[in-house]
C-alpha cells in the first residue's frame, strides 16, 4: 500500500512536445529530445480535474435502470513560474523566442494553441515514480498574469486532453526508483 504526497521530479514537473511526438509507455525511461521542460511550477503543484456528465436513467417507481455515458472532460492546471523560459512564453501568449542574452520577443497573439504532447512526472513516498502522459493537450485557460512586487510572477495555465484513437485522454504510470522496461 502507498499512502503518499507528490513532488516534482528532479529533472522537472511538466514537459511539451509537438503533437505526434513518440508517446512514453513507462513511468522511468527517459524522454526524447523533443520534449521541453516548462521550468519551475509554483508550489500549488499539478491540479487534475476529470468530469462526467452521464444521464441516469430511472423507470417508474424510481428504480435507476440505466447510466448513459456522456461528455468527459479531463484537464490539467498548473502555474509555470520561470519568467525568462521561451517555450512557457511561447505556449502561454502564441510566439516567443530569444534568450535573455541577446534578448526574449513575445508576441501575444490571437491564434488557437495547437495540440501538443504534455508529461508531468512526479515523485511519491519510497521514491514511486509517476509519469502521466497526456496524448494530445490544448491549452484552454490562461489566468490572470499579475505583475506585483510581493509575489511570484507567473502563468497559470490549464490543459484540455482530447482523446487520442484509442480514446484515452491521459496515460498513467507507475514504477518503483530502478523499475526497467516499458509497459503498455
Not at 129 to 139: E, K, L, M, N, T
Not at 145 to 172: F, R, W
Amino acid at each position: 500500500m502507498l499512502v503518499t504526497a507528490s513532488k516534482a521530479a528532479v529533472s522537472g514537473g511538466v514537459w511539451c512536445a509537438p503533437a505526434g511526438t513518440t508517446l512514453p509507455t513507462d513511468a522511468t525511461t527517459t524522454l526524447g529530445s523533443a520534449f521541453k521542460s516548462l521550468g519551475y511550477v509554483s508550489d500549488a503543484g499539478v491540479t487534475r480535474s476529470i468530469s462526467r456528465e452521464n444521464t441516469v436513467v430511472n423507470a417508474w417507481g424510481g428504480a435507476t435502470v440505466a447510466v448513459l455515458n456522456g461528455k468527459k472532460t479531463e484537464t490539467f492546471k498548473y502555474k509555470c513560474i520561470e519568467a525568462d523560459n521561451v517555450d512557457v512564453l511561447g505556449m502561454t501568449f502564441g510566439e516567443a523566442s530569444g534568450t535573455l542574452q541577446s534578448g526574449i520577443t513575445v508576441k501575444s497573439t490571437a491564434a488557437q494553441g495547437e495540440a501538443c504532447v504534455y508529461v508531468i512526472e512526479s515523485i511519491l513516498a519510497d521514491d514511486v515514480h509517476q509519469r502521466i502522459v497526456i496524448p494530445a493537450g490544448v491549452i484552454t485557460d490562461i489566468g490572470d498574469i499579475v505583475y506585483v512586487d510581493n509575489a511570484v510572477l507567473g502563468y497559470d495555465v490549464t490543459i484540455t486532453s482530447i482523446a487520442d484513437s484509442n480514446g484515452v485522454t491521459a496515460y498513467e504510470y507507475l514504477a518503483a526508483s530502478g523499475a526497467t522496461g516499458a509497459s503498455s
